[in-house]
Structure formats: C-alpha cells, structure tokens
C-alpha cells in the first residue's frame, strides 16, 4: 500500500504532523495550483510518460512532505510507490508552479500609512562544503559553510521580503545594502548586526552596546528589553518557517533554488495566517 492524500487525509492529525499544514491549509494551497497546473497540462503537446502520482494533490503532497521532513527523492518514491527518477522530473515542474501563485509578492506602493514598522533579520542555513569559493560560504559566526537570507515582516506579522540567498561570509549589513531598501518613513527594528544602518536609513531602532569601561545606562537597558520585545516577533517568525526541514538541516540541493524554496515557504506561513 502506498501513501496518497486519500488515505493520509482521513487522519489530520498525522497530516498536519507530516506536512506542517492543516487539511483546510493544504486544500486552500491546492486551489490556488490547480488553475496553473490545468493550464499547464492543456499546453503540453503529448501526455507522455505517466508520473505514478494519482493526480494534484499526491504531487503536492508529496512536494510539502519533502519541504517538512527533507527526507531523499528515494525515501519519496518508496512511500509513493514510484521511482526516484519520477519524484525529481515531478518537483522540476511542480515548484515553479507554485512558487507562481505561494511566494512573498513585492509590494513597491508600501508607505508609512500600510506600514509603520518593519523587523527585519537575516536566518543561516548550513550546507555542505562546495568545491570551489569555500570561503564565500564559511560562516566565522556558526563555524561551518552556510547560506544566508534576510527576511523582512511587518508589524502584524506578514512577511514582505525575502532576500537573495548569500553566502554566509556575508555580513548582515552587506546583504541589507545590496537589497532594495525598505520604506523610507517607516521605523526599522533589527538587531546588531546592522549597525551602520542609522547612517544610510531614517528611523533604525539599534540595541545599545555597552563595555567594561561604559555599561549600560538604566534607559539604554530600558530601550534593549523593548527592542528585544519586538524582535522577538522576528525571530518566532523565522522558526515558523524552520519547521520546514528543508531550510533548516543541511541543505544538500543546489543554490539556485533555495530562494524559491525559501520564497514559497514564507508564502505558506503567510496564507496559514490569512495574509
């Protein structure tokens, strides 16, 4: 017997485990795919060689369950009693698809009316060690090769930006200056690893840091514990999307693609919280 949306559905609680969505969040995704994949499969000039896969929803099943548990295409293709081989030729074409209708849209009419607050930090990835530029990819930080992203969230929790996928000898900084920069009048809450922001951007919330010779003063520790009560909105964010093994173990795919991942997954912790 092997694993169908069929059969998996008709325990929610496994479901949810399995895919970190719930059955309702799962239905929502696959309505929104399903226009892109009927017009896809309108345009195809001949069926050619079949899946395996019964229809949409095992596809889809099985791409959020590689997302939540990062298990390989083998391990896949055995629960779905098909052949690695089909579960790769299936994910080439299943991911931009959804990536078209699930990804963080960029909104270039955002201003300080829609958006009084932005918290902004930047998540690592570990990964293993490349043949070339291994020094590009070597986080001084986590002491291995890593893969960097920023990720931006408004005050209601919406996330609004995803970077580019750097390597993790980038500073934070750097990777803040190469994005587009966010909007002008509104408050910008990050963490250390900006400092240099103040001078480039108009209203940067930076921690204080004190020192041995000059510690902190009672209302710099008072302006720390409320930046730290805001950040800490970020940072639940982030693990949010850190349930999705993908981006969170050692990611063992190719480079390119783990900004779409990243892009599809923040989409997914949007729409669960209506956004």
Not at 33 to 50: H, I, M, T
Not at 207 to 222: A, D, N, S, V
Request: aromatic share 10%; hydrophobic share 35%.
């Amino acid at each position: 017997m092997s694993l169908s949306y069929e059969s998996i559905a008709k325990r929610p609680q496994c479901f949810q485990k399995l895919t970190g969505l719930s059955i309702k969040e799962f239905t929502e995704m696959f309505e929104k795919v399903r226009p892109v994949y009927l017009k896809w499969e309108d345009k195809k000039k001949a069926s050619g060689r079949p899946s395996g896969f019964a229809g949409l929803e095992d596809k889809l099943l099985c791409l959020i369950m590689y997302y939540r548990t990062y298990i390989t295409h083998t391990f896949l293709g055995y629960l779905f009693n098909v052949h690695n081989a089909n579960v790769c030729r299936m994910f080439k074409v299943l991911e931009p698809m959804v990536a078209k209708v699930i990804h963080i849209k960029k909104d270039r009419t955002l201003t300080q009316d829609k958006v009084m607050a932005i918290l902004a930090d930047v998540t690592e990835v570990s990964t293993q060690r490349p043949k070339k530029k291994q020094k590009d990819k070597y986080s001084g930080k986590k002491k291995r090769h890593t893969l960097k992203s920023e990720l931006g969230m408004r005050e209601d929790g919406k996330i609004i930006h995803v970077s580019r996928v750097y390597g993790g000898r980038i500073h934070d900084f750097t990777i803040r200056k190469n994005e587009r920069p966010f909007c002008r009048d509104s408050v910008k809450v990050v963490d250390s690893g900006f400092q240099g922001l103040q001078k480039r951007e108009q209203n940067v919330w930076l921690p204080f840091k004190g020192t041995k010779k000059k510690p902190l003063t009672k209302e710099q520790k008072g302006h720390n514990k409320a930046l730290a009560q805001l950040r800490i909105r970020i940072e639940n964010k982030i693990g949010e999307i850190k349930v999705f093994k993908i981006v969170s173990e050692r990611y063992r795919n190719f480079q390119k693609k783990l900004h779409m991942r990243f892009n599809i997954i923040a989409g997914l912790v949007n729409m669960k919280h209506g956004f």
